[in-house]
């Protein structure tokens, strides 16, 4: 089983849907989630970091952790066109001092 | 704003060439990673470096090492490049000063190894 799985999609939404991304993971000993964007060709972005289970709301995005269930998701709310990008999950077991455990990314277009 | 660069955005080198990726952070980070990102393989990490001087092998570290002589910058050698090597290479930084820091990172070096 790897330590984390992403659906890699793609995922295609038109303008203003919700959109909502996934990741499963094995290893009961993650204790940080993290969310990335990825514009083609460019670096991770932080979008979102999460430390245990629970909400965390930044705008338009809502991070969700349940460490009960090993699964994390990230919700987009009126999706932009300027949202479309490859999503990393990302988790550790102490936060970014270490090596993060990456998904394999949700590739999202979100069509005018 | 936390701050990577790397030095090159494209780069294209012949095989059995000596490859060196440098990446410099402007937030006085104490950790530094040198990760790789392949399609369908995700990111992996190859290096990384908790402190001047200090290296620590990722996960796939086999035909690369890595110079930390200043905090700021952290470089990732490729000793005898290979056709394999071609990839998208990251280079991140992050505080041991707070346990809910992260790491950030820079644009990235796609390496073509022809």
């Known amino acids: 089983q790897k330590e984390v799985e992403q659906d890699p999609g793609p995922l295609s939404v038109p303008e203003g849907a919700i959109v909502s991304l996934n990741c499963t993971y094995s290893?009961?000993?993650?204790?940080?989630f993290m969310w990335y964007r990825q514009y083609s060709r460019k670096g991770p972005e932080l979008l979102m970091y999460?430390?245990?289970?629970g909400n965390k709301e930044d705008g338009r995005f809502t991070a969700q952790v349940d460490k009960s269930s090993k699964y994390i998701s990230l919700f987009i709310r009126d999706s932009q066109p300027s949202d479309s990008a490859t999503y990393l999950c990302?988790?550790?077991?102490?936060?970014?001092?270490?090596?993060?455990?990456f998904g394999k990314g949700t590739k999202l277009t979100v069509n005018p | 704003d936390v701050k990577v660069t790397q030095s090159s955005r494209y780069l294209v080198k012949r095989t059995g060439e000596k490859v060196f990726l440098e990446c410099v952070q402007d937030m006085d980070h104490e950790n530094m990673f040198w990760y790789r990102q392949d399609p369908g393989l995700g990111l992996r990490l190859i290096y990384f470096?908790?402190?001047?001087?200090?290296?620590e092998k990722g996960d796939i570290p086999e035909g690369y090492s890595v110079s930390r002589e200043k905090k700021e910058r952290f470089s990732l050698i490729l000793e005898s490049a290979s056709t394999n090597q071609t990839s998208m290479y990251l280079c991140?930084?992050?505080?041991?000063?707070?346990?809910?820091?992260?790491?950030?990172f820079g644009p990235g070096t796609r390496l073509t190894v022809l």
């Open positions: 470096s908790y402190d001047v001087k200090m290296k």
């Open positions: 290893n009961s000993a993650f204790q940080y």
């Open positions: 990302a988790m550790s077991r102490q936060g970014g001092s270490e090596k993060l455990v």
């Open positions: 999460t430390y245990s289970s």
């Open positions: 991140a930084s992050s505080s041991t000063d707070s346990s809910t820091d992260t790491q950030y």
